[in-house]
């Protein structure tokens, strides 16, 4: 009995005889369900925290100018104490053994801590069994891995303190709000006219650096637009635009377009809008027609011909004049384009979801070289639209660096009325009515016969 390794021991007990024994007794069946107690809570661990109190601990730093300390070995071990503390409850007579680290002071000179003079122990409190499985063998308290049967378990949601500042309790429930759509919907809304308040800007700054329209009345045009560079002529019936070379060489699609449209298949850009043009070109007395029709049958856009010439200066200042055909070539014969030019006038479209009202041309079907039915000024001939296809390209050698300032100026041709010059008109007859004076320029209508 004297090699038992628990606290309560025979010779630690007081008295002699059958009381005892008797006392012994009760202290062995006291440790016996403690020890099983124990037992119970270690294998319900799953030995998840042994590892932590087998590993080797590093030892303290030692401070400088103090001599080593020589560690005290331990009469009991760690899970002993707290069952000599729980034996010391069961069993108020027995008088409990002092460990070593109570009998050596902490100075360390050998004198006995402070404490009561008697042998008799204290009371101390039973520690439950559930509160020892979140306390390790050694060192501080660690959280308990299995939550005492006296602490509920609640189910809370996350706390507001650790959500964003643009986060709510709702936005995490449903992420698709209509307030949060909508909310977001005005944010891209304000970014988007943010954006687009700077590229007006840069819009100004490069109009500027265009300089002034190459034609002579330069003072007495028209400005149809405060920021845009397009005006009307109306002396010489022409509309005035002032762009820039974007591409010299690859097949085309276009011969000018909008800024931000289709710079990649055209070789001038301008900085206006399309509606603009078309709108110039009726104030001067220009007809539009109708676009190209390909189903069922195709048919060519129709409208006023419209002569596009432009001008340009060189790197030594040296102007130039040439017509838009000769910066495209046919991309088979390589021979400039002959073809004209005719005001389809595209077409409008309607929204159904907003209502609002579009010129299809402001998508950037401008000048064209290929069919398109948006186009505003197309070819009156068949021209595919499709890459494959596509029957132009640009001049190389006839076009200026691309950067350089170009003046359009685009100006209606009135079709001839009745037969060609080659017919001759038939004398009248003595009972036909007397020709009415015809308009200059045009040849006299042929009687019906």
């Given at each position: 009995?004297?090699?038992?390794?628990?606290a309560?021991?025979?010779?630690?007990?007081?008295?002699?005889?059958r009381?005892?024994?008797?006392?012994?007794?009760?202290?062995?069946?006291?440790?016996?369900?403690?020890?099983?107690?124990?037992?119970?809570?270690?294998?319900?661990?799953?030995?998840?925290?042994?590892?932590?109190?087998?590993?080797?601990?590093?030892?303290?730093?030692?401070?400088?100018?103090?001599?080593?300390?020589?560690?005290?070995?331990?009469?009991?071990?760690?899970?002993?104490?707290?069952?000599?503390?729980?034996?010391?409850k069961?069993?108020?007579?027995?008088?409990?053994?002092?460990?070593?680290?109570?009998?050596?002071?902490?100075?360390?000179?050998?004198?006995?801590?402070?404490?009561?003079?008697?042998?008799?122990?204290?009371p101390?409190?039973?520690v439950?069994?559930?509160?020892?499985?979140?306390?390790?063998?050694?060192?501080?308290?660690?959280?308990?891995?299995?939550?005492?049967?006296?602490?509920?378990?609640?189910?809370?949601?996350?706390?507001s303190?650790?959500?964003?500042?643009?986060?709510?309790p709702?936005?995490?429930?449903?992420?698709?709000?209509?307030?949060?759509i909508?909310?977001?919907?005005?944010?891209?809304?304000?970014?988007?006219?943010?954006?687009?308040?700077?590229?007006?800007?840069?819009?100004k700054?490069?109009?500027?650096?265009?300089?002034?329209?190459?034609?002579?009345?330069?003072?007495?045009?028209?400005?149809?637009?405060p920021?845009?560079?397009?005006?009307?002529?109306?002396?010489?019936?022409?509309i005035?635009?002032?762009?820039?070379?974007?591409?010299?060489?690859?097949?085309?699609?276009?011969?000018?377009?909008?800024r931000?449209?289709k710079?990649?298949?055209?070789i001038?850009?301008?900085?206006?809008?399309?509606?603009i043009?078309?709108?110039g070109?009726l104030a001067?007395?220009a007809?539009?027609?109708?676009?190209?029709?390909?189903?069922?049958?195709?048919r060519?856009?129709?409208?006023?011909?419209?002569?596009?010439?432009?001008?340009?200066?060189?790197?030594?200042?040296?102007?130039?004049?040439?017509?838009?055909?000769?910066?495209?070539r046919h991309?088979g014969?390589?021979?400039?384009?002959?073809?004209?030019?005719?005001?389809?006038?595209?077409?409008f479209?309607?929204?159904?979801?907003?209502?609002?009202?579009?010129?299809?041309?402001?998508g950037?079907?401008?000048?064209?070289?290929?069919?398109f039915?948006?186009?505003?000024?197309?070819?009156?001939?068949?021209?595919?639209?499709?890459?494959?296809?596509?029957?132009?390209?640009?001049?190389?050698?006839?076009?200026?660096?691309?950067?350089?300032?170009?003046?359009?100026?685009?100006?209606?041709?009135?079709?001839t009325?009745?037969?060609?010059p080659?017919?001759k008109?038939?004398?009248?007859?003595?009972?036909?009515?007397?020709?009415?004076?015809?308009?200059?320029?045009?040849?006299?209508?042929?009687?019906?016969?």
């Amino acid at each position: 009995m004297a090699s038992f390794p628990l606290a309560c021991r025979k010779d630690d007990l007081m008295g002699s005889g059958r009381k005892t024994q008797e006392v012994f007794r009760e202290g062995l069946g006291g440790r016996m369900v403690l020890a099983a107690m124990f037992l119970l809570g270690l294998a319900a661990l799953g030995c998840q925290q042994a590892p932590e109190a087998q590993r080797s601990q590093p030892p303290p730093a030692k401070a400088s100018g103090q001599p080593a300390q020589k560690p005290t070995p331990s009469t009991e071990s760690d899970l002993e104490k707290p069952l000599a503390r729980t034996e010391e409850k069961a069993l108020p007579g027995a008088k409990a053994k002092p460990s070593a680290s109570a009998e050596a002071s902490p100075s360390g000179s050998g004198e006995a801590a402070p404490g009561p003079a008697s042998g008799k122990t204290e009371p101390q409190a039973v520690v439950p069994p559930e509160d020892l499985l979140g306390k390790t063998p050694s060192g501080p308290e660690k959280p308990k891995i299995f939550p005492s049967s006296r602490e509920p378990i609640h189910s809370t949601p996350p706390d507001s303190k650790t959500m964003t500042s643009n986060q709510t309790p709702e936005e995490e429930e449903n992420p698709f709000d209509p307030k949060e759509i909508e909310r977001r919907r005005k944010m891209i809304e304000e970014e988007m006219e943010r954006l687009e308040a700077e590229w007006r800007e840069k819009q100004k700054k490069r109009i500027a650096e265009l300089g002034p329209p190459l034609v002579e009345n330069a003072d007495k045009l028209i400005r149809l637009h405060p920021v845009f560079p397009v005006w009307a002529d109306r002396d010489n019936k022409r509309i005035i635009l002032v762009g820039e070379v974007c591409k010299r060489e690859g097949l085309l699609e276009m011969f000018a377009c909008l800024r931000r449209t289709k710079e990649h298949e055209s070789i001038v850009v301008v900085d206006t809008t399309a509606q603009i043009v078309h709108a110039g070109l009726l104030a001067i007395g220009a007809e539009a027609g109708r676009p190209v029709q390909f189903q069922p049958t195709y048919r060519p856009a129709t409208g006023d011909e419209i002569e596009v010439t432009v001008v340009w200066k060189d790197k030594e200042g040296r102007q130039h004049t040439a017509r838009a055909q000769d910066w495209v070539r046919h991309a088979g014969t390589k021979k400039p384009m002959e073809h004209p030019w005719v005001f389809a006038g595209s077409m409008f479209s309607r929204s159904e979801e907003t209502g609002q009202v579009s010129y299809m041309a402001d998508g950037g079907d401008f000048i064209c070289v290929s069919n398109f039915p948006t186009a505003m000024l197309d070819l009156p001939v068949a021209s595919s639209n499709l890459n494959a296809e596509l029957e132009f390209e640009a001049f190389t050698e006839r076009i200026p660096p691309e950067g350089t300032p170009v003046t359009l100026i685009l100006t209606p041709k009135k079709k001839t009325v009745g037969p060609g010059p080659s017919a001759k008109p038939s004398e009248p007859s003595p009972k036909a009515p007397e020709p009415k004076a015809q308009p200059h320029g045009s040849s006299p209508e042929k009687p019906a016969s």
